[in-house]
Structures are given as structure tokens and as C-alpha cells.
């Protein structure tokens, strides 16, 4: 029955953990995984995450399968979180939300939406993008193209070139954008370039859809939802899914969302009622345990702003990187200029490492990054970030 089953040639950034955990050598830094690490190396337990969820285990409710869509109470304080509370599309009951297994788990019900209900819309992701990004919507039974982005001349974004390409996509397509953070580059649109894309998506008729995998990494809570509030008000039919995997450091628990707004009330209760039917058919309904611990923490009144501090100090904590890096490197490295590592956004750096030079970190140095070269910030800290710093700076030079 299976002779035929081929081997899976492995995920790019899960198997590269697998090899760093078996490298046996102690000054081993790992940059691979977008997952934040605190100074110590530790992927942290926040205060907030741990006393919300000492409350929750305290409460001892019983544990029934969750409605399919999720739990109320985490829907609401997800949509509160992203469109800000009391805005129009949550006032008119314009959003479908539903609680999905992280947001990987919401972006592929999204994407066997749209295969089942626009059967004919491709999907196009910028270029580059997280390698899952294209994975999923495939899996789905869609084409997925892709549209310029991020500039490795200047290091910023090809934004009239990616202009161009969405005038020409087809009608009806779906375009995927990070929300904030873009995975792997780092490289964020400004506020004034989504106030140029957003019109022109309506325009086109096409359908945004946005992966927010990092609120709060980036500029802030609500800063980070600029694309997001701004899409809402401007009457668009789009899709978001977000995620607290890093936000709350609860990787493990999966949890986020997928939202859908829609153009009014009527059609956002059909649009639920399809992405029920799309999770009932393949894993029935969402786990309690990591969503009420979530919804707690969003909704409790101390444990809100103790999150929100923590989050910030998170942020400020891989900007601090960001500074070490860029002088360790720039010291060794002169000439060049490195400032996108200031500029850059988020847990990312696209370093313009070569996978050659990538490969030579990993062998000779012990500094393990995907060969895409993309360096997850969050993973340096006191201990390492000289050390990376120069293994970087050594292989750039020569
Ligand atoms: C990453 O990009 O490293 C993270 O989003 C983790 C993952 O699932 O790939």
C-alpha cells in the first residue's frame, strides 16, 4: 500500500532545530526558529501567561469540546485586539471569527475556503515569504505566484514594482501581506505605502489576506494593527489570521485566529457557518486549555497592561540586538552599511548571507540560521550576540 510513499525532504526551519539540538558543541547559538528567547536563552514563561493560567487551572471548569468556532470569550477579545475595541465592522457584526489550532491552523481554513467558495482565485505571496506561506495555499489546491518585494540592492521594498505586478494579477486573486514583522525579511511596508496598496486592492478586486504573527514585536500593540484597522475602515472584504504563539509565548498551546470581514452582518454569519463546516471536517473544534488563558490575560484588568509590558520589553530587548549587531559588524566589516539591521522590523533580519556562507557559520561556527539567510534576532542575547556578531562579520569579509 505505501511502497510508493516518498520521503518528506524536510521543513526548512523545524529540521534545522532538530539539527541544532543534537550539536554538541556548548557555545552553539541558534537563529533558525522564529521563537523568542530572553537574555538567558530561555524561551520565557511571562508573568502574566503564568498567572493567567494559574487562574484558569484554579477555576477547575470542566472541559466540553469548545463550539467549533471557538470559545466566545476569545473570539471577541481577539477581534477587540485587532480592529481596536468598539470599531464599526465589530459594532455592525461585520467580522467572522473563528479560534483556530495557531495561526498556521487559521491561515489553511482560510485558504480551503477561498479553494472551495473562489474557485478560481490564485494566491499570490511576496517574494520571499515564509516558506509555509506558498506550502499551505498549495496544499489547498490553489496556484500560488508571487509578487515583488523586498529589494536586496537597497534593502528595502520594491514598492513600485510590487505595485505594478497587483495591476496586472488577476481580478478576484488573493494577496498575502504580513501585517507587520515580514517573515523572513523584516522589511515593513510604511503607513503611507498601505495607504497607496489599499485602494489599489479594492480597485482590483482583490482579496487581502493577512498574516499577524507578531503584534506588538514591531512598533506597538495598535501600531502594528495599522493595516488591519486600516482595511476595516476602508470598507475592504478581507481576511486576517493572527497568532499569540510569540506575542504570549505559548507556542506550544497553538493559539490563534482567523478573521474574516465581511460586507455586512448577513454575509459574515454564511462566511462563519462555511469555515465551521471547513474545521468540523477536518479537526472538529479548537483546544480549551491555551485559548482561555489567552482570553484571561486579554481581558483580566491587571493581567492586560503586565502582558503589555512585557511585550514591550520583549521588543525593546531585540532592538537592543539589533544595535549590538549592527556595531560589531559594521566595526568589522567597513564600508558597508548595515543599517537594515536598525531598520528592520520584528524577530527578523534578512542578513544577505549567501547559503554557502550560511553553511559556514553552521559548520565552522556553531551559528545556525536558515539558508535563505534569515537570522531570528530574538534568539541572540548578552551571552552570544558578540560572539554571532563576529562569526557573521568573518564569513561576510571573506
Ligand atoms: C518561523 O518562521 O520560524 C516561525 O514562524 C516558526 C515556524 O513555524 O516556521
Redesign the pocket.
Known sequence: MFEHVEPFAGDP??ALVEVFNADTRSHKVNLG??IYFDEEGRIPVLPSVRKAEARVVEAGEPKPYLPIEGAANFRSAVQALLFGAGHPVLRERRVATIQSVGS?GGLKVGADFIRRWLPKAQAWVSDPT?D?HRSMFEGAGLAVHSYPYYDPAGGGVRFDAMLDALRAVPEGSVVLLHACCH?PTGVDLTHAQWDVLIPLLAERRLLPYLDL?YQGFGDGIAEDAYAIRRLADSGATFFVANSFSKSMSVYGERCGALSAVCADADEAERVLGQLKFTVRRNYSSPPIHGGQIVAHVLADADLRPLWEAELAAMRDRIQAMRQTLHRVISAKVPGRDFSYFLTQRGMFSYTGLSAAQVDRLREEFAVYLVRSGRI?VAGLNHHNVEYAAQAMATVMAG
Open positions: 526551519i523545524l526558529i522564529g498556521s515564509w509555509n517573515n504573527a531570528c
